[in-house]
């Protein structure tokens, strides 16, 4: 098994730990205070903290290639490191500023439609945790150096002790301190994880100094560079603002509905299409500079059919099984069935989107990888409008789920467009080997979905007096993920799909020599 496989299995178990117990944190978020006017204000305030991390995200896909670039010199990468930290510091403490002379306007622009009791409470919790947009880029900064230097389940660790703690506090404390006290635990959670980067970094020789030239040349190459990616990123914040904009003028705890799908989408591509990506992009960057395609090419097919392989029939069971899901996760204390039905809707249309999202992930890096910045922008951006505009006439036809489908619908156009303009610069990419591949574990994927789907409606739910329905509800769903996954697995076997094959050999090859 290569290194590379055996980092990403290790990426993948820390960061679905992390992720489930993320989750779990959301859960007791939900049962503590359900969806209220209280847990929209707390969204609301952490909305500019959201998309730093989507923008902190595109901004590492600049990032990492010219940290890679700088590598043969520890102390020079380190230098532009902490001078592009700087820079973001600057920008965040000019923002903090504004927000305290106008905090109303800020509120206006994320959620205009809230009452006045929620407005006011969302920017005293905007005040709190607007810290937390540095904070964000800063750790996953730290995250790409520490990535670079292939100590990627040192830095996905880190995650940890972020989300017990939080969880530790609404275990224990609950609504003693409210949702108030909610924002204090989380600013000081995320701080924790920066400080436990920084110290894993020191490690690497790292040091955070002041740079007596912030803007030198490296500076302004990245710069250059990432300002397409800024402004692509500033253009997905405006879709998530205006999908926020639309759910605060429906019912109240739309926003929270769509908070916790999104946080549940986040949650799953965080574990699946993050693990892939993390240990393979600066693998992808390091090929590039090489300018070595064809050993590229194999990497980004490699990438684009793991990720079909696996978040694939993980998208289509969440679809199949989406409001069993939110009820079993969600269902309790202050969250209704209402809330149930709501989060659920969205969910499903999300759920839709996320192997488009996996795909899009790893094609855009190869154009940054490749120090493209412009052509994966103007789609980008193209895409978003679209985006928007469906946004507004989904919903007047669906409700609150239209947002979910525009979103999917959305991503697809992007990636479309992002495969037609990757084929002319690598040719090669879209072989009919990999299509032919491709086309094998979609038909898996729909052939076993349709099987679990008419199973489910055929078999009654039965019930037995010794268990709770919490606990059938978690015995009904992992029994049909288990034997989706057997089924899935047959399928790709008889239709012979290669990766699938090979991976299963290696597999047993391994356990037979210990």
Request: hydrophobic residues 55%; charged residues 15%.
């Amino acid at each position: 098994m290569s290194k590379l496989v055996k980092s990403g299995i290790i990426v993948f178990v820390i960061t679905a730990l992390s992720k489930v117990l993320g989750f779990l944190r959301e859960t007791f978020l939900a049962y503590q205070f359900g969806t209220s006017f209280e847990t929209d204000a707390y969204f609301v305030a952490l909305t500019p903290s959201t998309l730093a991390i989507t923008f902190a995200l595109s901004v590492s896909s600049v990032f990492i290639p010219l940290f890679v670039k700088n590598m043969y010199d520890r102390q020079e990468a380190h230098r532009f490191a902490n001078n592009i930290i700087i820079i973001f510091f600057l920008v965040c403490i000019v923002l903090y500023l504004c927000l305290f002379l106008n905090g109303k306007a800020f509120i206006g622009l994320i959620a205009p439609g809230l009452p006045d009791y929620a407005e006011t409470l969302s920017i005293q919790m905007l005040k709190i945790l607007f810290p937390l947009v540095f904070v964000s880029i800063a750790i996953q900064m730290y995250t790409d150096m520490l990535n670079s230097y292939e100590r990627f389940s040192a830095s996905a660790m880190s995650l940890l002790p972020n989300n017990l703690l939080i969880i530790f506090y609404l275990v224990i404390v609950g609504k003693d301190f409210g949702i108030g006290g909610v924002a204090y635990i989380t600013l000081a959670a995320f701080l924790i994880q920066l400080i436990i980067l920084y110290s894993l970094l020191r490690k690497e020789q790292y040091q955070f100094r002041l740079s007596q030239k912030v803007f030198d040349i490296k500076t302004k190459e990245f710069l250059i560079l990432v300002f397409p990616v800024i402004i692509s990123s500033a253009f997905s914040q405006v879709n998530a603002i205006v999908d926020r904009f639309i759910a605060s003028n429906l019912s109240e705890g739309s926003i929270s509905a769509l908070m916790y799908s999104f946080r549940l989408r986040s949650m799953i591509t965080g574990i699946f299409v993050t693990a892939i990506i993390t240990v393979t992009f600066p693998k992808i960057s390091k090929l590039a500079l090489k300018l070595n395609k064809e050993e590229l090419v194999n990497l980004t097919q490699d990438s684009l059919k793991m990720i079909l392989l696996i978040v694939g029939p993980i998208s289509a069971y969440l679809m199949l099984f989406s409001t069993d899901i939110i009820k079993l996760l969600f269902e309790r204390g202050e969250f209704s069935h209402e809330a149930t039905i709501a989060t659920s809707g969205v969910f499903f249309y999300y759920s839709l989107g996320l192997i488009f999202i996996g795909i899009r992930d790893v094609v855009v890096r190869n154009f940054y990888a490749l120090g493209d910045t412009k052509s994966p922008t103007i789609i980008i951006i193209a895409s978003l409008f679209i985006n928007i505009i469906l946004s507004f006439v989904l919903v007047n036809m669906m409700g609150l789920n239209g947002l979910g489908l525009s979103s999917t619908l959305g991503i697809l156009l992007s990636i479309i467009l992002l495969n037609t303009k990757l084929n002319s610069i690598l040719p090669n990419i879209w072989s009919e080997k990999f299509i032919w591949g491709s086309a094998k574990i979609t038909l898996s994927i729909i052939a076993a979905g349709s099987l679990i789907y008419f199973m489910r409606e055929s078999i009654h739910t039965f019930s037995l007096s010794f268990l709770s329905d919490f606990e059938l509800s978690c015995i009904r769903l992992i029994s049909y993920f288990i034997l989706y996954i057997i089924i899935y697995l047959f399928i790709l076997l008889f239709l012979k799909e290669k990766t699938t094959s090979n991976l299963i050999e290696k597999t047993f090859k391994n356990l037979r020599n210990r």
